[in-house]
Nanobody, 117 residues
Framework: QVQLVESGGGLVQAGGSLRLSCAAS????????MGWYRQAPGKQRELVAE???????NYANSVKGRFTISRDNAKITVYLQMNSLKPEGTAVYYC???????????WGRGTQVTVSS
């Protein structure tokens, strides 16, 4: 069994910063892929940022230059530093990890980020 637990969400004013963390625990200790997604009310879940085991990253165009994804393999944790937040960034943010022998995908329960204007 694998559990992903996100933390670091909250309410912030536009232009502010937040740092999200997602820690994995359980039977799998190595993940090839880690990513952050978000889902705003009435919208589909979308990719925010992703990072592979080697450290290569990819970002949604809407967050490039403002968000930074990083990972600590020893702690089995992925981070998302979010700067210059905008009201349209209000959403539930979910972390996703892929790993194990069968390459299964795991999701956290999400953390709410609210950006006030």
């Amino acid at each position: 069994q694998v559990q992903l637990v996100e933390s670091g969400g909250g309410l912030v004013q536009a232009g502010g910063s937040l740092r999200l963390s997602c820690a994995a625990s359980g039977s799998i200790t190595s993940f090839t892929y880690m990513g952050w997604y978000r889902q705003a009310p009435g919208k589909q879940r979308e990719l925010v940022a992703e990072i592979n085991r080697g450290g290569s990253t990819n970002y949604a165009n809407s967050v490039k230059g403002r968000f930074t994804i990083s990972r600590d393999n020893a702690k089995i944790t992925v981070y998302l530093q979010m700067n210059s937040l905008k009201p349209e960034g209000t959403a539930v943010y979910y972390c996703n990890m892929v790993g194990g022998g069968f390459g299964r995908s795991y999701w956290g329960r999400g953390t709410q980020v609210t950006v006030s204007s």
